[in-house]
């Protein structure tokens, strides 16, 4: 990630998150059975930013868990990573989807000095929504995510550890970020 903020690839003015749901071949541990997709799996919420690079870190549940308290736990780590390497996120809007649009995540958004970017529920009050970064985000998280299929060994999960799955991810992940070095 340094390197990639040194050589002006990294651009977090937008940063854009999303889950995704691996299922799961054989038994093991942080798989949860999800009744609405009939499938066993985890689940990962990871960041990118505006060029397809991913962010670290990923925060993973169990397949049957929803994404949105995920974002909570997902926002103090993401601060962490990007002032390790010298970024500072005040001003960055946080685009999501549908799934994370709550109160509690807003205001932890807010309590970072981001902006949120999540469309609302036709539920009361108009919130701030820019459709054009929402938009952006399908080519780019999606497309990370289409690149993290290509991995074979992590469109199915067949390790049974946690551990093990998640350290495969971890190997995909910067692999995805150094194609700008190719």
Not at 119 to 127: Q, V
Not at 146 to 174: I, Q
Request: glycine letters at 8%; one cysteine or more.
């Amino acid at each position: 990630m340094r390197k990639l903020h040194q050589d002006g690839l990294l651009e977090l003015t937008a940063i854009h998150g999303d889950g995704t749901t691996t299922p799961a071949k054989k038994g093991g541990d942080n798989l949860g059975y999800s009744g609405h997709k009939h499938l066993k799996g985890d689940k990962v919420v990871a960041f990118c930013d505006r060029r397809c690079n991913v962010i670290p870190p990923f925060i993973s549940a169990p397949g049957n868990r929803n994404e949105s308290p995920l974002l909570r736990e997902a926002l103090p780590r993401l601060n962490h990573i990007a002032r390790a390497i010298g970024m500072n996120l005040q001003g960055s809007t946080i685009s999501l989807d549908g799934v994370y649009d709550c109160r509690a995540n807003r205001k932890a958004i807010f309590n970072r000095d981001m902006i949120p970017n999540i469309p609302e529920n036709p539920r009361g009050r108009k919130l701030q929504f820019n459709p054009a970064i929402f938009e952006e985000r399908f080519r780019t998280i999606e497309r990370v995510f289409a690149w993290e299929d290509m991995f074979r060994r992590l469109l199915l999960r067949f390790e049974r550890l946690r551990r093990v799955h998640y350290a495969f991810k971890t190997l995909a992940y910067p692999m995805i970020n150094l194609r700008h070095y190719g």
